[in-house]
C-alpha cells in the first residue's frame, strides 16, 4: 500500500465526530503559514524604514537601511514556500499570464512583482544610488563590474541628481505604505474571504493580519539591528532602540485589541459555528492559541516592554529585554499564522467534528523544510549586509 | 527628465514588454472562448468514456431477463446497479468481458439488512443474522423475481 | 445677511435637485435591479442542468457512490469521495450521531436499537453545481470554471494544485487527487449527459432517488419534482445558489 495511505488510515481513526469524507487531510500545511509570516514580516519592517523617511521620525535613521535591506532578503524568499507547497508547482506561471480576477489569490503575482520591483529594489536603489557610483569607481576587478552593473548606466551624482534621488525615493516610500498593507492585506484577504470557513470568514482578518506583520516586522527589524551590532561589536544606539521598542509596544496593544475584538465578538454573537470553534479552541489549540500566541507572545512582551516605558532601567537590562521580547514576538506571531491557517482546517464544514494534523519532521512539508525556508532569508541578508554595508556609506557632501 | 528616470523607464518598459511577448506564446490558445478557462477543456471533459451502459442497452440481448424483471419490485433496479458497468461487456467481441455477478448474503444485505433508516414503503427488510443463517439469498430468491421460488 | 440667506438657499435647492435628479435617474438604471433577483435561469438556449435527490426514497444501499468510482476512476481508498451518502442517526436523549463508512460504499450497519432511534435517515451527498460556486470565484487561473450548461467543472490540465477551491467548497465535495495531483470532483458525469446518457449514479439507483434534469425545460423530470415537493438546498445562508434540490431535507443535515 502506499505509505501515504498509511498515513491517512492513521488519521481516518482519529477523526472526532463527523467530517465529510474528503475532508480527512489538511490542504494547507506548514508551507502555507510560512507565506503569511514572511510577508507579514516583509511589510512590518518596510513600515517601520517608511516611519523614518515619511514620518520623519529622524531617531529611527540607524535602522532604516537595515530595515530595507531586511525586507527585501525576506521578500525574496516569500515565494518560496507557496509554489513549493503547489501540487503542480511548474505550473505556476499559470497564475502571471492569465490571473483570474476574482480570486485573491489570482493578484499575488502582480501585487509581489510591483512590490519587489517597484517599492523594494527601487527604493533600495534611490537610496543606494551614490554609493553603487563611487564604489564602482573604487572597487577593482570583479566587483568594479558588480557594481556597475547595479547602477544601470547612471553615473551622474551632482547635487541636482542626488536631490531628485531623494525626491523619488520619498515618493516611492509614500506609495510603499499602502503597497505593503497590499502586500500582506490581500493574504488576509485570501482567508477572510471564504466563506465556506467560519474560522476565517471575518472582515478584520485583514487588518489583523496587517497589525501582526507590523509587529512581526518590527520585532524582526529590533531583532536584526541588535544582532548586527552585537556581531561588529558596535554599540546600539539606545535612543533608536527605545523608540523602535516604544513603537512595538504600541502595534503589540493594537493587535491585542483587534484579535480581542475579533474574539469577543465571536463569543457574544455565538452564531453557528459557534459550538464547534469554542472545542476547537479549547481543544486542539489550547496551546499554540492561549500559551504561544497569546500568552508568550503577546501578553509577556507587554508587560515587558510596558514596563521598560513606564520605569528607569539600565541599558543593559533593556537590550537583554528587548532582545528576548523580540524573539517572543516573533514565535507568537508564528504561531498566529499557524492557529488562523491549521485551526481552520482542524474543523469539519459541516461544523459537527474535528480531523487531526501531524507536522513531520521531513518530507517537503515537513518542519525541516520550513526551518530552512526561514534560515535562508537570514543567509540572503548577510549577503545583502555584505554587498550594500549600510556602515560603509560614503559620508554627505564627498566624492 | 533625470538621467536615472530616463534608464529606469527604459529598463520597465523592457520588462513589460518581453512579459507580454512571453504571455502571448504561452497563454493555451482556446483561452476565454467561453469563460475565463480552456475552452478545449470543455471538449476533453466530454471526451472520457463512459463504462456504464445503461438499462436499455442489457435488454438488446438479455430480453428474456428484462422481461422477466419488468413487472416485479426489482423493475426499478438498473441491471449494472447489481453488475456494475456493462459498456465493457457489450463491446467486447472476441473475448467476451464478463460483468459482476454478486455473491453471497452481504451484497443482497447493503439493500435489504434491516435498519431503522430505511423505510419500510421502500425497501423490503429482514434482519441479515436470523434470516436463514448459512445460506446464499439465491438459493431461495431469483434476483430478477425476487418472489418467483420461495421453498 | 441677506446675501447669505440667498446663497445658502440657492444652495440647498441646487443640492436638493441634484439629489432628486439622481435618484430618479439611479432608479432607471437596470443592472441595478437585476442584482435583486435570487435565481437567474441561464443559457436560455440550450440545457440547465440540476439534480434532485429525493430523501424519503433514500435507503443507503451505497451504489451511486460506488458507480461514480467505477465510472470516474477514483481511486478506492476511503479519502477520495466525488459523491458519497452520510446517515444521521437521532436518538431519544437527543444526541446525534452522524457516519458515512467509506462514503456508505459498503453500506450501512445500524448500530444502536431500535428502541433508543428517535430518527434516522441517510442523506447522499454530491457536488452542488452552484449557480454562484465559489470554487469557480477563487481559482486563481482559471481552472475551475462552469459550463455553458451549467456543470461546475474542472481542467486538469491547467489546475496548478492550490487547493483554494477545496478550502472554498462549504460542502466539502472537492479533493486533490492524489495521483494526478490536481483537483478533482463530480462532474455531473459530463462525458455521459453531453451524450445523452445519465450520471452514473442516477443510473444506478434502485429506489430513484437521484433525479438528473434540465432545469430549462418545463417538462422535464427535475422541474415537475421541483414543483411538486417542497424543495430545500444545503446551506442556503451561503447564497451559493445550489442546483441539487433535497425533498425532506432536515435542519439537522449540513
Excluded at chain 1, 76 to 100: C, D, G, N, Q
Excluded at chain 3, 195 to 208: D, Q, R, W
Amino acid at each position: 500500500m502506499n505509505p501515504h495511505f498509511l498515513h491517512l488510515y492513521d488519521m481516518l481513526s482519529k477523526v472526532d465526530g463527523f467530517i465529510y469524507p474528503n475532508e480527512i487531510e489538511l490542504q494547507w500545511g506548514i508551507l502555507i503559514v510560512l507565506y503569511p509570516y514572511i510577508t507579514g514580516l516583509v511589510a512590518g519592517a518596510f513600515i517601520l524604514a517608511s516611519l523614518e523617511r515619511v514620518f520623519k521620525v529622524k531617531v529611527l535613521r540607524p535602522t532604516y537601511t537595515v530595515a530595507l535591506l531586511t525586507a527585501l532578503a525576506f521578500l525574496l524568499v516569500a515565494t518560496l514556500p507557496l509554489i513549493s507547497h503547489l501540487s503542480k508547482p511548474m505550473r505556476f506561471y499559470e497564475i502571471m499570464i492569465t490571473p483570474h480576477f476574482t480570486s485573491a489569490m489570482a493578484i499575488f503575482g502582480f501585487i509581489y512583482l510591483w512590490y519587489l520591483m517597484v517599492v523594494l529594489l527601487l527604493e533600495i536603489w534611490f537610496d543606494y544610488r551614490r554609493d553603487l557610483v563611487l564604489w564602482s569607481q573604487e572597487k577593482a576587478g570583479i566587483m568594479k563590474r558588480v557594481y556597475k552593473i547595479l547602477t544601470l548606466g547612471v553615473t551622474d551624482i551632482s547635487p541636482k541628481a542626488l536631490k531628485w534621488d531623494d525626491k523619488f525615493g520619498y515618493a516611492i516610500t509614500v506609495i510603499g505604505i499602502p503597497s505593503a498593507f497590499l502586500l500582506h492585506g490581500y493574504v488576509g484577504f485570501i482567508f477572510g474571504s471564504v466563506k465556506a470557513n467560519p474560522w476565517w470568514s471575518t472582515v478584520l482578518m485583514p487588518v489583523i493580519f496587517i497589525f501582526s506583520a507590523m509587529v512581526s516586522g518590527i520585532a524582526l527589524v529590533m531583532f536584526v539591528y541588535m544582532m548586527v551590532n552585537y556581531i561588529r561589536k558596535k554599540m546600539i544606539d539606545m535612543i533608536c532602540l527605545d523608540s523602535i521598542a516604544k513603537y512595538l509596544l504600541v502595534a503589540l496593544i493594537l493587535d491585542f485589541v483587534l484579535e480581542g475584538l475579533d474574539q469577543v465578538h465571536r463569543i457574544y454573537e455565538a452564531e453557528e459555528s459557534f459550538q464547534i470553534l469554542d472545542l476547537l479552541v479549547k481543544g486542539k489549540l489550547n496551546y499554540t492559541l492561549f500559551l504561544f500566541q497569546w500568552g508568550l507572545g503577546m501578553l509577556i512582551p507587554i508587560l515587558i516592554l510596558g514596563y521598560l516605558q513606564m520605569f528607569r532601567s539600565n541599558a543593559r537590562l533593556r537590550r537583554i529585554l528587548y532582545l528576548g521580547s523580540s524573539l517572543l514576538v516573533l514565535i507568537g506571531i508564528f504561531f498566529m499564522r499557524w492557529n488562523v491557517v491549521i485551526g481552520g482546517q482542524l474543523f469539519s464544514k459541516s461544523l459537527y467534528g474535528f480531523t487531526t494534523f501531524k507536522l513531520n519532521l521531513i518530507g517537503p512539508e515537513g518542519s525541516l523544510m520550513a526551518a530552512v525556508w526561514l534560515v535562508v532569508p537570514f543567509l540572503i541578508l548577510a549577503f545583502l549586509f555584505w554587498l550594500l554595508p549600510p556602515w560603509k556609506r560614503h559620508p554627505e557632501g564627498g566624492t | 527628465m533625470p538621467p536615472q528616470i530616463k534608464r529606469l523607464a527604459l529598463l520597465f518598459a523592457l520588462f513589460i514588454g518581453l512579459f507580454l511577448v512571453v504571455r502571448h506564446f504561452l497563454v493555451p490558445k482556446s483561452f476565454g472562448e467561453f469563460g475565463h478557462y480552456r475552452g478545449l477543456s470543455l471538449v476533453e471533459n466530454q471526451a472520457k468514456t463512459p463504462k456504464y451502459a445503461g438499462e436499455k442497452a442489457c435488454a438488446d440481448c438479455h430480453q428474456d431477463i428484462s422481461d422477466l424483471k419488468s413487472p416485479n419490485e426489482h423493475k426499478s433496479l438498473s441491471c449494472e446497479t447489481c453488475h456494475g458497468p456493462g459498456l465493457e461487456h457489450i463491446n467486447s467481441t472476441d473475448s467476451i468481458i464478463t460483468v459482476r455477478v454478486p455473491k453471497g448474503r452481504e451484497f443482497c444485505g447493503m439493500c435489504h439488512a434491516k435498519n431503522a433508516a430505511r423505510k419500510a414503503d421502500n425497501v423490503v427488510q429482514i434482519n441479515v443474522a436470523d434470516h436463514n443463517v448459512g445460506q446464499n439469498c439465491t438459493e431461495c430468491h431469483n434476483p430478477h423475481s425476487p418472489w418467483l421460488t420461495i421453498k | 445677511m441677506a446675501n447669505n440667506q440667498v446663497k445658502s438657499r440657492r444652495r440647498f435647492l441646487t443640492d436638493a435637485a441634484l439629489l432628486t435628479g439622481g435618484i430618479f435617474v439611479a432608479s432607471g438604471l437596470k443592472p441595478l435591479g437585476a442584482l435583486l433577483y435570487a435565481t437567474e435561469r441561464k443559457n436560455p438556449n440550450g440545457p440547465w442542468y440540476g439534480m434532485g435527490i429525493d430523501l424519503e426514497k433514500c435507503i443507503g444501499c451505497g451504489r451511486c457512490a460506488d458507480a461514480c468510482k467505477s465510472e470516474n476512476d477514483v481511486p478506492r481508498e476511503p479519502f477520495f469521495f466525488r459523491t458519497w451518502v452520510e446517515q444521521y442517526t437521532i436518538l431519544n436523549d437527543g444526541s446525534m450521531k452522524i457516519t458515512s463508512p467509506n462514503g456508505g460504499i459498503d453500506g450501512f450497519k445500524q448500530e444502536y436499537p431500535d428502541e433508543e432511534i428517535f430518527k434516522s435517515f441517510f442523506v447522499p451527498k454530491m457536488c452542488n453545481h452552484c449557480v454562484k460556486s465559489p470554487c469557480t470565484q477563487v481559482c486563481p487561473v482559471g481552472a475551475a470554471f462552469e459550463s455553458p450548461e451549467g456543470i461546475s467543472l474542472i481542467d486538469p490540465n491547467y489546475c496548478i494544485g492550490c487547493g483554494y477551491c477545496v478550502q472554498a467548497c462549504p460542502y466539502g465535495c472537492r479533493y486533490i487527487h492524489p495521483t494526478r495531483k490536481v483537483v478533482d470532483k463530480c462532474t455531473m458525469c459530463y462525458h455521459r449527459i453531453t451524450k445523452g446518457l445519465l450520471p452514473a449514479c442516477v443510473e444506478v439507483c434502485p429506489t430513484g432517488v437521484k433525479i438528473f434534469g434540465d432545469l430549462n425545460d418545463p417538462k422535464s423530470d427535475l422541474v415537475r419534482f421541483k414543483k411538486e415537493h417542497s424543495w430545500q438546498v444545503l446551506k442556503p445562508h451561503m447564497n451559493t445558489e445550489p442546483k441539487v434540490y433535497y425533498n425532506g431535507l432536515r435542519a439537522e443535515v449540513r
